[in-house]
């Protein structure tokens, strides 16, 4: 075998090996891409909530108005898929630039996620959502709050683990006014239709973590449901 040929051989491999380093490495360096993104985001949020605005009070009660109306009519649109796809609240319009009603942390998992109002295809690819038609993340009784997110998104791990979180396991909401505190209570598997697992139960305050089942395919869906500690 010639010089070329045992040059060119090396050069073949070397690029297969690239490659090969470059698969596995690829989806750490999007994740930690996502996250720095998200400390800037979060940065950016605290900023807007830290100035004396009138109109963050006027979001909360208006707000725990929609989620007392919610909890008042049984939740009659949450079978439309549209109607919580769409956000109910532009945030702009009360002083939060970013359009996120706060973020999640999750200590079991490692990750902290914005929230965006509305589950549509767009904000699932930024982060975690509230699905429009269940309860604004604000607390308060006979509230629970939807948030769902991806599970095999390229670019961030999200909430691909949920299915590690335990009961007793917290959850931290901060919204724009408060940072609540949450425990896993139950998890369940459902159909995709089955909306209905998902309705406010009265006197309780919960949030409900929703994320596909099982990964990587998407024909069932994950829930992860949370009970506010005092």
Same mark, same amino acid.
């Given at each position: 075998?010639?010089? #070329?040929?045992?040059?060119? +051989?090396?050069?073949?491999?070397?690029?297969?090996?690239?490659a090969g380093i470059t698969v596995l490495v690829y989806p750490y360096v999007t994740n930690f891409l996502y996250n720095t993104q998200v400390t800037q985001m979060v940065? %950016?949020?605290?900023?807007?909530?830290?100035?004396?605005?009138? #109109? *963050?009070?006027?979001l909360y009660q208006k707000m725990v108005a929609e989620n007392e109306q919610l909890f008042a009519n049984g939740q009659q649109n949450l079978y439309d898929p549209f109607a919580y796809e769409q $956000?109910? *609240?532009?945030?702009?319009?009360?002083?939060?630039?970013?359009? +996120?009603?706060?973020?999640?942390?999750?200590?079991?998992?490692?990750?902290?996620? $914005? +929230?965006?109002?509305g589950a549509?295809?767009?904000?699932?690819?930024?982060?975690?959502?509230?699905?429009?038609?269940?309860?604004?993340?604000?607390?308060?009784?006979?509230?629970? %709050?939807l948030i769902a997110a991806h599970r095999g998104y390229s670019k961030a791990l999200m909430f691909r683990k949920i299915d590690v979180l335990e009961i007793g396991d917290a959850i931290e909401i901060r919204n724009f006014r408060e940072t609540l505190t949450y425990r896993v209570i139950r998890t369940e598997e459902i159909d995709a239709n089955d909306i209905s697992a998902v309705f406010i139960q009265p006197q309780k305050e919960l949030i409900t973590l929703m994320s596909c089942q099982p990964y990587p395919r998407n024909y069932m869906r994950y829930l992860v449901f949370c009970e506010r500690m005092p």
């Open positions: 075998m010639n010089k #070329r040929k045992r040059l060119t +051989i090396r050069i073949i491999a070397a690029l297969i090996l690239l940065q %950016s949020f605290e900023a807007d909530i830290l100035k004396d605005d009138s #109109r *963050l009070e006027q $956000p109910g *609240l532009d945030l702009t319009q009360y002083g939060l630039t970013d359009n +996120i009603v706060g973020y999640i942390t999750i200590p079991k998992m490692d990750i902290v996620l $914005p +929230i965006y109002l549509s295809n767009g904000n699932l690819k930024l982060g975690a959502v509230h699905l429009t038609q269940t309860s604004y993340p604000v607390g308060g009784p006979n509230t629970n %709050s």
